[in-house]
């Protein structure tokens, strides 16, 4: 069944602070996975994708990671500041976003306090 | 910030009424669809749409329906609302022209029936 998994479910961390994601999936055939950032009240938005060859990928504060072989994401935040509070989503793709379907995990809460 | 919108942002209605949530987008995609997002859990996706005067149901059964008559217009309706449809709906859209484009989100409506 194809499946992804979060973890932690929430979190909670002091401001400046660095922490990590977790996301396990059992898609098959994979695509892409993608985290997305979902403020309380507005739409998920894209942070990064990473495919099957992508190993690691930057976008700012941000660091996602892909293990293809262990079916393993993580995202990484450093230097953690208060609008970084959200819900992080990571969704799997098996055919590419645009043809097949997406499996969405159920997120990580992250608080960050002052 | 991508540009789709959502109206209204909150609904609070009685059981039996007709209901209608707006999704609109300005950015020419063709692929738009509707998911059903309860707290804590992941997005379930409701409706989709190719382009005009293509429709299809998703993967999470709903009493729903849903029109394409204009590329940048895909309105979800309730014919009789119940307070099993009290939840967050969410509207996406995407550009098909090439693979892995990620799915530009609303910011929803969130929907409570008495």
Redesign the interface.
Known sequence: KNQVEQSPQSLIILEGKNCTLQCNYTVSPFSNLRWYKQDTGRGPVSLTIMTFSENTKSNGRYTATLDADTKQSSLHITASQLSDSASYICVVSDRGSTLGRLYFGRGTQLTVWP | E?D?YQTPRYLVIGTGKKITLECSQTMGHD?MYWYQQDP??????IHYSYGVNSTEKG?LSSESTVSRIRTEHFPLTLESARPSHTSQY?C?S???R??????H????TRLSIL
């Open positions: 991508a789709i692929k804590g859990m992941e997005l379930h996706l993967d969410l996406a995407s550009d098909d090439g693979l892995d484009q990620p799915q989100f609303g910011d929803g």
